[in-house]
């Protein structure tokens, strides 16, 4: 089966300026996740969708990310403006069920962002 | 909340040496616990996984056991070959239905030939 595709791969912008990411889970997994990956640490959920809704954000900085999933399938994950601090690797992930605390993450490649 | 901790520092070896990275972890009830691996260039797979107490997983020759009583899931591989050079992270999953996963630092680990 096809993979979480993920794009652009790498973007480098300038403080202040804005950036949208894309990711396209693998098929029929209702389940989404965008994870923070900031070098040198572990991924870090910032949002979490079950099919078009959002279960949890609680640690997503709302004042400047925005994410959504319009349709329950691809999802965009918007900074404006952003910060030196989100430099980071911004990782997609997708899983078929919820209600299981046994359920594997099948992760994207990631986009790499770089503030200057 | 819950959180994970492994062991500080990259970790360098020759091939064929036994490989250790030590996780443990805080958590209220019992979480699933998870080894994931990130080669360069690629996103994070999964490597094994354990569901309860006592439970081993095992993939490509690595090996893990959940244990409640230290509140630990050490990842160990008898023999290490070039190709395990990667990221490795330790996680693990609450059980109140959200399958949230909170993730480590993770460890670099550097076979040379």
């Known amino acids: 089966e096809a993979g979480v595709a993920q794009s652009p791969r790498y973007k480098i912008i300038e403080k202040r300026q804005s950036v949208a990411f894309w990711c396209n889970p693998i098929s029929g997994h209702a389940t989404l996740y965008w994870y923070q990956q900031i070098l040198g640490q572990g991924p870090k959920l910032l949002i979490q969708f079950q099919n078009n809704g959002v279960v949890d954000d609680s640690q997503l900085p709302k004042d400047r990310f925005s994410a959504e999933r319009l349709k329950g399938v691809d999802s965009t994950l918007k900074i404006q403006p952003a910060k030196l601090e989100d430099s980071a690797v911004y990782l997609c992930?997708?899983?078929?069920?919820?209600?299981?605390?046994?359920?594997?993450?099948?992760f994207g490649a990631g986009s790499r962002l770089t503030v200057l | 909340g819950n959180s994970v901790t492994q062991m500080e520092g990259p970790v360098t070896l020759s091939e064929e040496a036994f490989l250790t990275i030590n996780c443990t972890y805080t958590?209220?009830?019992?979480?699933?616990l998870f080894w994931y691996v990130q080669y360069p260039g690629e996103g994070l797979q999964l490597l094994l996984k354990?569901?309860?107490?006592?439970d081993k997983g095992s993939n490509k020759g690595f090996e893990a056991t959940y244990r409640k009583e230290t509140t630990s899931f050490h990842l160990e591989k008898g023999s290490v070959q070039v190709s395990d050079s990667a990221v490795y992270f330790c996680a693990l999953s609450d059980r109140d239905g959200n399958n949230r996963l909170a993730f480590g630092k993770g460890n670099q680990v550097v076979v040379i030939p």
């Open positions: 958590a209220t009830g019992y979480p699933s």
């Open positions: 354990a569901t309860k107490a006592d």
């Open positions: 992930a997708s899983s078929f069920l919820r209600n299981s605390g046994a359920n594997v993450l099948t």
